[in-house]
């Protein structure tokens, strides 16, 4: 008995420690391509290699950024495609939410109502843009339709499917701890499909940002959308590219927002990278 508690304590002094995490960079590693791109470019324009009528150079990019901002028109352009997404986001993700978990549960539904919802999900968004102006007038309206529009299909489909992937084992230890259904829902099922409706929150949400330049492609007379139409009519590469790496600053910050939001939801997860 001796021997072996000694073999023990032997084994554990000899095992490895475990490795430290290595310490965080202070400079975010997404930041290196995008920086390095436009000193690139800067470099490029600077030098001669490029005239930088059709790509201006960053430098000039931020000055009309900077222009746009002091005049206030960055904001309002800004507040009104924002308002835009979150309107189409709320009411697109709410009805997908619906629909996806009624055909992922109900299987009479799902043959009922998924074959029309998959077919309409092919339709080029462009295609809608006509109807919408026909049935909803040129303003706010048909441009909300249309960005929920788009954010409902990835939200549908992630939701159904989180649904009816959910894994029959985990359902039949719920019911043998005599759960009842609605302690089934929130402690079995909730859980299990969050994280896949969180990964189509957030695509419907990049799905809304593009959407939303075509929505204000009809005839809207202020947003990004807006900004960029008026560049092209007037030939300003460098407004086109401002309002272009606008447009990825809000979907990157909102996308970012969106996942911390749901962080605290998904600490449950015992994930690989967790431990990496």
Request: charge should be positive; avoid cysteine.
């Amino acid at each position: 008995m001796s021997s072996t508690v000694r073999l023990a304590v032997a084994d554990e002094a000899s095992a490895p420690e475990p490795r430290p995490r290595p310490a965080s960079l202070p400079i975010p590693l997404g930041w290196i391509i995008p920086v390095a791109l436009a000193l690139g470019w800067e470099l490029a324009v600077r030098s001669g290699w490029s005239n930088g009528r059709l790509l201006p150079a960053p430098s000039r990019i931020l000055e009309t950024l900077w222009a746009l901002a002091r005049t206030g028109e960055l904001t309002t352009h800004v507040a009104a495609t924002a308002g835009r997404v979150a309107l189409g986001f709320v009411a697109g993700s709410a009805v997908g939410i619906l629909a996806g978990a009624l055909t992922g549960a109900v299987p009479l539904a799902r043959r009922l109502l998924d074959p029309t919802i998959q077919a309409l999900r092919a339709i080029p968004s462009i295609a809608w843009v006509p109807l919408f102006i026909l049935w909803f007038g040129i303003f706010e309206t048909s441009k909300v339709v249309l960005i929920a529009a788009g954010v409902f299909f990835p939200v549908y489909l992630g939701v159904a499917t989180a649904v009816m992937s959910v894994d029959r084992r985990i359902v039949e230890v719920g019911r043998a701890f005599r759960l009842s259904r609605a302690a089934l829902v929130r402690r079995v099922l909730l859980p299990a499909i969050l994280p896949q409706t969180v990964t189509a929150l957030r695509t419907g949400l990049g799905l809304g940002w593009m959407f939303v330049v075509a929505a204000e492609f009809m005839g809207a007379s202020e947003g990004l959308g807006y900004l960029l139409v008026d560049g092209q009519q007037l030939g300003k590469a460098d407004q086109i590219v401002a309002a272009i790496l606008v447009f990825a600053g809000l979907g990157k910050l909102t996308d970012s927002g969106l996942a911390a939001v749901a962080q605290p939801l998904l600490r449950w997860q015992d994930r690989h990278q967790d431990g990496l």
